[in-house]
């Protein structure tokens, strides 16, 4: 008979977060991925739900005013370079977009998910960055990450990090905010200067690198939402205008309800540092992209009311009342110039800036 | 922004706007050629038009880099880039450019070209260093405000010895463009071109200086007034053509003369003369073939000559039949009057090159303009 020894604890060697870099065994299922699990994402993310470790994490669903509300749903993928830029990384960039998107449908953003496709070699240093950085915006949007998922490919098939967020938000019942609802002679706002995110992302560019004291505009706007559709006001259509810029999200909204829009370029908020990198580099700032800014439309009559509500929110300070829609069979965005013409604002051809966001 | 607000201020515009009103005659009609695609890209951007009597009218000409550039030099490009498997180096607007076989570079990269979009010469050079194992060729195009910078880097690449970095020189000659427009019957013998003067050239003027259009005021008898890219020179330019018509005066004038003098810039006209050379012939989009309208380099720098190294033959391939991209360059043809404007030609998939750059007469009049055809008004 042998005698029965004691099964030693295995010593599991904590992750190096300062010079340990991903590796395959990382996305494989086993315990590498396990540990980094624990050791990084539930570290920074851990809530109640992530905290299940189930396949899926259940949750509750808020009523609104005792009733059960609608869910709201959105999804997007952030392939970001460089992946650290002034203003953010991919990281806050992951949680704001997402919940921005949800937010501009009129919803509550309740819950995030998160997937993560890692490259082979990637410095875990700079992953533990990123990952701290979507803790602090989740954290500090009230939204937390509630199931997420990692896969690692091999080294040279993908580019450092790309991070997919799947957001989910509670629409009360009656609000219906939508792209097909503008009319003719409503008005359209803005919360703030346009193309900070697009020049922010540019001066950092390693072909292009120029100093420019701009910072990424990245932010969730639930917040300001909430404060717009708690006024009342006759709220037609709401929407981040990202890639493309102001230009591509009117043109959008345009050709959705049907109607034109007539903007005063005078009125559209730009700082100089932004108008004058768009002018060496040859871009026009309006189809450059933001990651926190809003463009509101509304009825006429309570234009100056939102306009109000937005500059006494921080995010708002900045906006502007910069046209209004008009009927138009073309469905054209145009742009009175401070010169004194008329011009279409049409939608940007190709991609004057890939992998913006 | 400091030296660009001041020239883009609406109430001078209104003044000036005024002034030409005021100065224009009854009855009496004036065609002007902005010969850049620089000052197309500015009339369209601010409205300008909206500013001018009917009576002026503004004729598109053919000096935007890419539009004049014909298929086969594009298509030597992409082979270059598909056959040889070159670094293929260029300026952004080069890549949407139709060539044969529904290719551009822009789909010759997603077919593994490995194409890159540069924004200087210096970039190119670098790329070179960065690469010893590749080959790398810089396309270049343009007028003569890129000539210089290629000239430099190819003398950099012989100071460093860089062997592996090359040149496909397709640079072009303003001069050569404004005489072939002057030349051609539309103009000369038919009348069917009216153009009352020219508003001159900005940025390849600081290079070649007002001196070689004198010719052209001379010996055509069309006044020239040199002007800046920003709206308010092209406005006051419009004004001093304006008034050498009514005075009967045919004279080289410069508006632009913060930057232009009649000299030039004699340093960077050293330098493109020290590396290039006059080519006997070159295909342009749109003007055909024009005897002496380009650039080639010279026998010393040949190791830097893509098209010696790579033993590359020049392949003439016709436009796309129902593309006006031709007359529009000539100034013959508005981007309006051709049938597949807008329709099968956009920006998103041009069939001629006046489509591609923003600097392109289709281009400008699609992305900015093109609501002036619908003919309602509604503010």
Partial sequence: MGEVREIRSAYVRPLDLKHGRVDLTHGSGGRAMVQLIAELFARHLGNEYLGQGNDGAVLPVPSIAGKPGRLVMSTDCHVVSPLFFPGGDIGSLSVHGTINDVAVMGATPLYLAAGFILEEGFALNDLARIVESMANAARAAGVPVVTGDTKVVERGKGDGVFITTTGVGVLPDGLQLGGSRARPGDRVLVSGSLGDHGVAIMSKRENLSFDAAIESDSAALHGLIAALLATGADIRCLRDPTRGGLAATLNEIASQSGVGMMLHEKAIPLKPVVAAACEFLGLDPLCVANEGKLIAICAAADGERLLATMHAHPLGRDAALIGEVIDDAHHFVQLTTAFGGRRIVDWLVGDQLPRIC | ????????????????????????????????????????????????????????????????????????????????????????????????????????????????????????????????????????????????????????????????????????????????????????????????????????????STVIGSRPYEFFAEEYRKPVVIAGFEPLDVMQAILMLVRQVNEGRAEVENEFSRAVTREGNLKAQDRVAEVFELRREFEWRGLSVVPYSALRIRRNYAQFDAERRFKLDYRSVPDNKACECGAILRGVKRPQDCKIFGTVCTPENPVGSCMVSSEGACAAHYSYGRFRETGQVSV
Avoid at chain 2, 116 to 133: C, E, F, G, K, W
């Fill in chain 2, 1 to 204: 922004m400091k030296f660009i607000d001041e020239f883009r201020d609406g109430e001078l515009a209104q003044t000036l706007a005024g002034k030409i009103s005021a100065l224009v005659e009854p009855f009496r009609r004036y065609s002007f050629m902005e010969f850049c695609g620089g000052h197309t890209h500015a009339i369209s951007r601010y409205g300008l038009s909206d500013l001018l009597p009917d009576s002026v009218r503004l004729v598109h000409g053919p000096g935007c880099p890419v539009c004049v550039l014909p298929i086969g030099r594009v298509d030597m490009a992409i082979n270059l880039a598909l056959q040889q498997q070159v670094i293929l180096c260029t300026y952004g607007d080069t890549l949407r450019v139709p060539a044969s076989d529904g290719l551009s570079l822009m789909k010759a990269k997603a077919r593994g070209g490995d194409i890159r979009m540069v924004y200087s010469t210096l970039d190119a050079l670098q790329i070179a260093r960065d690469n010893p194992q590749r080959e790398v060729v810089f396309f270049a195009i343009g007028f003569e405000t890129t000539t210089p910078p290629t000239a430099l880097a190819i003398q950099q690449a012989q100071r460093e010895q860089l062997g592996n970095f090359s040149v496909l020189c397709c640079h072009v000659l303003t001069p050569a463009a404004i005489g072939t427009i002057l030349e051609s019957p539309e103009v000369r013998q038919w009348g069917s071109v009216p153009i009352d003067g020219f508003i001159g050239p900005a940025h390849v």
